[in-house]
């Protein structure tokens, strides 16, 4: 097997570099439409992924979505205002001289947020579940279990890849 060396790699992210840089700078300069905060994106496909399946009534459907609509008005001013906060968190810890006292206030500030964003969920979490029926919420299980088996596999190949560059990089 043929060793790689140092000014190999070193070249070809020079490359990688040169060649993506120009569409990457293309793109940054399109105008794109307003993008809603992936946690509420990513929490409603997931949630959608699972009532494909599920032969929801009518009624079912329309008060889940009452539910959902319901609960992300709630949720995203929250996290703008998390937002926010960790945009202040920032600054704070770059700040010349570190301040340490306002980046504690923010720390507790920042956790009362996530513990009320929390009790919403848990609460749209509740809601849903009584409208469900107890069969429905047996292949919900069985669809969660998948994914959580599906997501510690791409774990192990995000831990994976991590060792491979922290070893490029810092050996």
Request: proline share 4%; hydrophobic share 40%.
């Amino acid at each position: 097997m043929k060793k790689i060396r140092a000014p190999q790699i070193l070249l070809v992210l020079i490359l990688g570099a040169s060649l993506c840089l120009p569409y990457s700078v293309y793109a940054l300069s399109q105008e794109r439409p307003e993008r809603h905060h992936p946690f509420i994106l990513e929490r409603l496909v997931d949630f959608l992924n699972f009532i494909a399946d599920l032969d929801l009534t009518e009624e079912q459907k329309t008060t889940l979505k009452a539910l959902i609509t319901e609960t992300c008005d709630t949720v995203e001013p929250l996290i703008d205002e998390m937002k926010e906060l960790r945009d202040e968190m920032d600054e704070a810890l770059l700040a010349e001289p570190i301040d340490d006292t306002k980046a504690t206030e923010l720390n507790q500030e920042i956790n009362k947020l996530k513990s009320e964003l929390s009790t919403i969920v848990l609460s749209a979490k509740l809601k849903g579940a009584v409208v469900l029926t107890s069969e429905q919420r047996a292949i919900i299980l069985e669809k969660k279990k998948e994914h959580r088996k599906h997501m510690e596999e791409w774990r192990e190949r995000f831990r994976e890849w991590r060792d491979f560059f922290s070893k490029l990089i810092f050996n």
